[in-house]
């Protein structure tokens, strides 16, 4: 199959509005993720594209065939889930090769050819010397491993994996990351991948989709996705320690327009930053405004580098393995910056800092900032 089509889909639990008329469409070939928090309606999409939950309204098309009326099994979906769900009598073999021999299938594989499928997808995922063993010798990742390769065994029309790998830990986690990629490349077939790890998603995928509450925020590739975020909820949500988020107002000195938040800290903007934050003033009738900026774009030192440069005091200083995040305080709200080689500095020293504004977004306000 080339592509899966939702068009105006929306569910709702009882008066619960999960997935709120959305649409979107995957093109052939790529690794589609959807990411969001708990309880955004991620799980949701992928019940309804398998024809496991009915959608309350809009279509769902498999290439340009209406699937709405089709059953889950007529479908030909195959999922793997977060929890494992493995046979406990069977053999980790027997587990994979399940799907392969329900009557529904019609696969009628021989021996050697089942043996052949079971292997090579055992062998993606490094699981082959596991085969003889039964689920209760597993760990939790071979469990969560085994479950992988029980869905993607079989052909079939798409394959829709809901935080897949969410319990193995990070060496693991990297190793089956790179197994999935080329899976997807030699298989070519559909996937539509959930998870709430945006690394995992900036790591695998062509093309994400962040949910938030049941509707998209933005749908673009990784580099759009990180470097020109639609809105506040997806800078925030995307990247560690979060991007920055500043309120403020524009005002007007000396010829100059400046961002102002608070009592202390003001930076005059550049043209280019200046036209982006009046569109949003223009938008937004009360005047306010977002600024937002990764913790890589600010640049901390401890000499004035620019016209531009203001001081501030140091709040805390936590240490990472490839430098430190600097946390320093404005009016009660919290900015960080990340920093290469901490030893430099230290607590409360008051330091210079520069806001790269080429890499300055602003955001009409819509999430809450947290501390
Ligand atoms: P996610 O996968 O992003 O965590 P879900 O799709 O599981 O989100 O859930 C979306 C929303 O729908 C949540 O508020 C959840 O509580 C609700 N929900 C999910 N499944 C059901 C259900 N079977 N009955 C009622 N509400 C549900």
């Not at 939790?140 to 994996?161: I, N, Y």
């Not at 693991?172 to 030699?186: D, G, N, W």
């Not at 998209?216 to 997806?234: C, H, K, L, M, S």
Request: glycine fraction near 6%; hydrophobic fraction near 40%; charge should be positive.
């Amino acid at each position: 199959m080339a592509g899966v089509k939702l068009q105006n889909v929306t569910k709702k639990y009882g008066n619960k509005l999960a997935v709120d008329n959305l649409s979107f469409e995957y093109k052939e070939g790529e690794f589609f993720s959807i990411i969001g928090p708990a309880g955004a309606g991620k799980s949701t999409i992928l019940k309804m594209i398998a024809g496991i939950e009915p959608v309350t309204s809009g279509k769902i098309f498999f290439d340009d065939y209406e699937v709405n009326a089709l059953s889950a099994r007529e479908r030909n979906v195959a999922m793997a889930f977060e929890t494992y769900n493995l046979y406990s009598h069977l053999s980790v073999y027997e587990n994979i090769a399940f799907p392969l021999r329900a009557p529904e299938r019609h696969e009628k594989l021989s021996k050697d050819e089942e043996q052949r499928r079971v292997e090579e997808v055992a062998d993606f995922l490094g699981i082959k010397r596991l085969l003889g063993r039964k689920p209760v010798q597993l760990s939790g990742g071979e469990k969560q491993r085994v479950s992988l390769a029980r869905a993607m065994v079989r052909r079939c029309e798409c394959f829709l994996l809901d935080e897949p790998i969410a319990h193995l830990d990070a060496r693991l986690k990297f190793s089956t990351q790179t197994a999935l990629k080329r899976l997807s490349v030699k298989l070519g077939t559909a996937i539509i991948y959930v998870t709430h790890d945006y690394r995992e998603a900036l790591g695998l995928s062509d093309r994400i989709a962040v949910l938030r509450k049941g509707k998209f925020e933005q749908i673009g590739t990784p580099r759009e996705i990180y470097n020109r975020p639609a809105t506040d909820f997806v800078a925030n949500f995307i990247g560690d320690p979060p991007c920055n988020l500043i309120d403020g107002s524009l005002v007007s000195e000396n010829g100059k327009t400046l961002f102002q938040s608070g009592n202390e800290f003001s930076i005059p903007l550049q043209n280019k930053s200046i036209a982006a934050a009046q569109k949003i003033v223009n938008a937004d009738q009360d005047g306010e405004i977002r600024l937002g900026i990764r913790p890589s774009r600010i640049k901390v030192s401890k000499e004035r580098t620019t016209e531009h440069s203001f001081k501030l005091p140091i709040y805390a200083i936590v240490r990472r393995p490839e430098g430190a995040v600097i946390t320093f305080e404005l009016d009660k709200c919290f900015f960080r910056a990340s920093v290469k080689g901490p030893e430099q500095y230290g607590m409360s020293e008051k330091v210079w800092l520069d806001f790269d504004q080429e890499h300055s977004f602003f955001f009409k306000k819509t999430v809450k900032i947290s501390k």
